[in-house]
């Protein structure tokens, strides 16, 4: 699920990040004046011009893939209230007593549902207890469509359908959320980040060039907010980019009327 980066706040693994890049270049800004003095040849500018082009890349490669899967969960959204109403739509045409009970019993699920999707992945223990409940409501739902069909039901192949899709889609919204950014890559675009900040400093301290502090601050600073928006995309549960869930909520609101 992301490793560190999914259980740590994105703000926090963003001031690490600029704490290291300015640590880079500070180290890579000394070692450069130190080669000057000894007379040493200053580092070619095609270096850091490379270094440049490749943090670029993985920013906008991470980006695209963490702005992805954001919008592959936000699809899932829609897609999980439309089954559970369709589900619910089957109930409505279902005699009674199933009728009551299987509305009342969707109508607590679309309920749970949305409340798991606000819950944060830690505690552990409380998302999996949420997931334990929502198992639970299934299983209940499925022995009332199953009563619904040795009933008689002309609906019974509708029923049987929706309820498929009702599971088939929590299961893919689960691992959609599940599904994040590897630890890999993040990693591989911060040591990116730090290095491209000390191939800058390296050359500005053999150029014998004051340290360009307005610059070097807003370079940081915008590879540090785009570095934040990738991994805010990639927590979907909190951060200030998150999922909207009104599919479900007006979903709930029509039930209850």
Not at 133 to 146: G, K, N, P, V, Y
Not at 166 to 173: D, G, I, P, Q, V
Not at 220 to 240: A, E, F, H, K, T
Request: aromatic share 8%.
């Amino acid at each position: 699920m992301g490793g560190i980066f999914g259980r740590v706040d994105a703000w926090v693994t963003t001031l690490i990040l600029a704490v290291v890049m300015v640590a880079a270049w500070s180290v890579g800004f000394r070692l450069g004046h130190w080669r000057r003095s000894q007379g040493e040849e200053v580092a070619s500018d095609k270096f850091r011009d490379a270094a440049m082009a490749l943090l670029g890349l993985l920013l906008a490669f991470t980006f695209s893939m963490s702005l992805g899967k954001y919008d592959y969960r936000r699809l899932m959204i829609v897609s999980d209230a439309n089954s559970i109403g369709d589900f619910y739509t089957c109930a409505t045409l279902l005699d009674e007593p199933v009728r009551t009970e299987l509305r009342k019993l969707v109508r607590e699920y679309a309920v749970l549902r949305l409340e798991t999707d606000r819950l944060p992945e830690t505690p552990k223990p409380s998302f999996e207890q949420a997931l334990d409940r929502i198992e639970r409501t299934q299983s209940q739902m499925t022995d009332l469509a199953h009563r619904a069909i040795r009933d008689g039901t002309p609906i019974a192949m509708p029923l049987t359908n929706t309820l498929n899709a009702l599971t088939s889609n929590e299961t893919a919204h689960l691992a959609a959320v599940r599904d994040r950014l590897p630890t890999s890559i993040v990693l591989l675009l911060y040591l990116s980040a730090a290095m491209a900040t000390a191939l800058v400093g390296l050359r500005q301290g053999g150029a014998g060039h004051k340290p360009p502090l307005p610059e070097f601050v807003g370079f940081v600073l915008v590879v540090c907010l785009v570095v934040y928006v990738i991994l805010d995309l990639n927590q979907p549960s909190r951060g200030l980019i998150t999922i909207s869930h009104e599919p479900l909520e007006r979903l709930i609101a029509t039930m209850e009327k």
